[in-house]
């Protein structure tokens, strides 16, 4: 079992920064995949980004590629997402989500992942 627990979410004007921050706790070693995604109010959860674990390679989310960094720290099972140049389209609430190793199966897709933190509130306005 995983439990995944989201904070750094608030409020900042557009072009503005935030990081969010998702401490994991229980069998984390046994995760290969931990993603960002975000749902804004009337639409669908959409992956923003993603990390493999085993190797630290990340995937962006066109919309979002330049301005966010995800990353991890092992030694404190924590993930990371760094917001920069904010747009009042980023306004949603955000979740870290993770999962085992899925054969054929692709970062992006929320079906797929195993554990859900709560979520954090992001708004960006203009």
């Known amino acids: 079992q995983v439990h995944l627990v989201e904070s750094g979410g608030g409020s900042v004007l557009a072009g503005g920064s935030l990081r969010l921050s998702c401490a994991a706790s229980?069998?984390?070693?046994?995760?290969?995949?931990m993603t960002w995604f975000r749902q804004a109010p009337g639409k669908g959860r959409e992956a923003v980004a993603g990390i493999y674990t085993r190797a630290g390679s990340t995937y962006y989310a066109d919309s979002v590629k330049g301005r966010f960094t995800i990353s991890q720290d092992n030694a404190k099972n924590t993930l990371y997402l760094e917001m920069n140049s904010l747009k009042p389209e980023d306004t949603a609430m955000y979740y870290c989500?993770?999962?085992?190793?899925?054969?054929?199966?692709?970062?992006?897709?929320?079906?797929?992942?195993?554990?859900w933190g709560q979520g954090t509130q992001v708004t960006v306005s203009s």
């Open positions: 989500a993770a999962r085992y190793w899925v054969s054929g199966g692709f970062w992006s897709r929320p079906e797929e992942y195993n554990y």
């Open positions: 229980g069998y984390t070693y046994t995760l290969d995949y």
